[in-house]
């Protein structure tokens, strides 16, 4: 196992940005960390690479444990920040021999991550001449000139553009084929172009995690119910097999299921164990774009 999480919590004074978060990933994935903004993406990359502690939880990259061996486990991370520092008056390869030296890492190391990321002919230039999407590549060079198996990349597309996406994100699934990578981004269609499966996270809880294929064989169900009743959040949240939902108006659930049976009987098995009427119901099916944009809106 590459990356194992188990029930993370972190407050930022009163402000709770991850809420009993628990996810894995296996050698070789490339995962798509899903969220609008404030979920707590970042909050869990720097918990990831060892640079803030959760309140509560346990981390482990490379099966060692983060919270003990920060240094330890970064040996073996490569970690793009958000919005990527960069000493942007240095040349680029002046840059990374920089970063090398710093974190003793042999020099033969610089040419072999400049020419993997694709920067053989901006090498000698400085890297406030460079594009956005360039300078990106210098960062993610940094990232891996140790040569970490595990790739936590914050944001790595955002503020870029369309070209310069498209080849970032080809250069992340090169990446990948290599190592495990997780990045965050809140753009669904980046993740479908680039992933092999999906944690989606919203208001610090992990709301879906699955493979990108299994959410394409489209068990999804959209299910409005209307109940004689107001109903508490929690009392929804006892539904089997439930992806999201949101109270529409006053009795009305607008409820998203992911299963490959017909959830309206266990609804109304589920109001009859619970002396419930129901007043109305109706079914829809949902694609995985109308998905992602009702999980990931704010
Ligand atoms: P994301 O990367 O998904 O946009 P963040 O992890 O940056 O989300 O933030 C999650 C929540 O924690 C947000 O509500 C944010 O305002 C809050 N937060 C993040 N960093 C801090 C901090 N250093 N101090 C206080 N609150 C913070
Ligand atoms: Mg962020």
Not at 60 to 84: M, R, S
Not at 149 to 167: A, F, H, R, Y
């Amino acid at each position: 196992m590459s990356i194992k999480v188990s029930s993370i919590t972190k407050t930022y004074k009163t402000q709770k940005a991850l809420n009993k978060v628990s996810f894995s990933a296996d050698k070789g994935q490339i995962i798509g960390f899903l969220g609008p903004n404030g979920a707590g993406k970042s909050t869990m990359m720097k918990i990831l690479t060892g640079f803030i502690k959760p309140n509560s939880g346990e981390v482990f990259v490379n099966e060692i444990d983060v919270l003990q061996n920060p240094i330890q486990a970064q040996k073996t991370i490569g970690y793009l920040p958000e919005h990527n520092p960069l000493y942007k008056d240095m040349f680029v390869r002046e840059y990374l021999q920089f970063q090398a030296a710093i974190f003793k890492i042999e020099k033969s190391q610089i040419e072999i991550c400049i020419k993997k990321v694709g920067l053989t002919l901006e090498a000698h230039k400085k890297i406030n001449q460079l594009s956005k999407g360039y300078q990106q590549r210098v960062g993610l060079a940094a990232a891996i000139l140790h040569n970490p198996t595990v790739l936590i990349l914050d944001e790595p597309t955002t503020g870029l553009d369309p070209n310069q996406l498209v080849e970032i994100r080809a250069l992340i699934k090169e990446l990948g084929k290599e190592k495990t990578v997780l990045f965050s981004t809140h753009i669904m269609q980046e993740v479908e172009a680039v992933c092999e499966r999906v944690i989606i996270i919203k208001k610090g809880q992990v709301l879906v995690d699955k493979k990108l294929s299994e959410l394409k064989q489209n068990n999804l169900q959209n299910i409005e119910v209307t109940f004689d009743y107001k109903l508490e959040e929690q009392f929804i949240q006892k539904l089997p097999n439930i992806v999201s939902y949101k109270n529409n108006y006053d009795n009305t659930w607008y409820i998203t299921f992911e299963s490959k049976e017909d959830m309206r009987p266990k609804i109304f098995d589920f109001a009859q164990e619970n002396g419930l009427k129901i007043l109305g119901l109706n079914a829809h099916n949902k694609n995985l774009e109308t998905l992602f944009r009702e999980v990931t809106s704010n």
